[in-house]
């Protein structure tokens, strides 16, 4: 089975930026996505991580370490636009992404 | 961009009704995969169908839940007989090889199934 783990809910104020820690316990590994969503609608892929190590997309960028089962997202310059729900989904042996329950970032003026 | 385009956008049937949502998957992508989200609550995998047949399936997706692709293009989920807690938004999602390529599953846009 898997176990996956982020924090609920982080606010943080526009231009600044925040962290999502995601940990994780998978039967198999085989890569680790970040998606967002907005409230009502479907999640927008973000991010892939397969190997060790930072990956950067312009203000969005996610480190994974497979040894430490941990990932994080960050999202720096943030924008009133960024306030969502932001998904850890490893991917187990196989084809089957399971999500986490998703960190909502609320960001303030 | 691609798009995964899924009808209808709302539907509200009565409990102990059938309901089929409908899924129109990207061109050549060949894995699919329906996903459910209860208001407030995370993304929930349901099922993933590959080569005309089921690859792997959740404990969510029982005997009152069917997949298939009558056309060999459109791709459907069929609750046999609703009960109110199958109120949900209902994810199809798309990939174009198992889904190690950069660019993920891409998700349609939902079906809300309301069950009265």
């Known amino acids: 089975g898997q176990n996956i783990d982020q924090p609920t809910e982080m606010t943080a104020t526009e231009g600044a930026i925040v962290q999502i820690n995601c940990t994780y316990q998978t039967s198999g590994f085989n890569g680790l996505f970040w998606y967002q969503q907005h409230a009502g609608e479907a999640p927008t892929f973000l991010s892939y991580n397969v190997l060790d190590g930072l990956e950067e997309k312009g203000r969005f960028s996610s480190f994974l370490s497979r040894s430490k089962g941990y990932s994080y997202l960050l999202l720096k310059e943030l924008q009133m636009k960024d306030s969502a729900s932001y998904l850890c989904?490893?991917?187990?042996?196989?084809?089957?992404?399971?999500f986490g329950g998703g960190t909502r970032v609320l960001v303030k003026p | 961009e691609p798009e995964v385009t899924q009808t209808p956008s709302h539907q509200v049937t009565q409990m102990g009704q059938e309901v089929i949502l409908r899924c129109v998957p990207i061109?050549?992508?060949?894995?699919f995969y329906w996903y459910r989200q209860i208001l407030g609550q995370k993304v929930e995998f349901l099922v993933s169908f590959y080569n005309n047949e089921i690859s792997e399936k959740s404990e969510i997706f029982d005997d009152q839940f069917s997949v298939e692709r009558p056309d060999g293009s459109n791709f459907t989920l069929k609750i046999r007989s609703t009960k109110l807690e199958d109120s949900a938004m209902y994810f199809c999602?798309?990939?174009?090889?198992?889904?190690?390529?950069?660019?993920?599953?891409?998700f349609g846009s939902g079906t809300r199934l309301t069950v009265v």
């Open positions: 989904a490893p991917k187990a042996a196989g084809n089957k992404l399971t």
């Open positions: 999602a798309n990939a174009g090889d198992r889904g190690t390529g950069s660019y993920g599953y891409t």
């Open positions: 061109s050549n992508h060949l894995y």
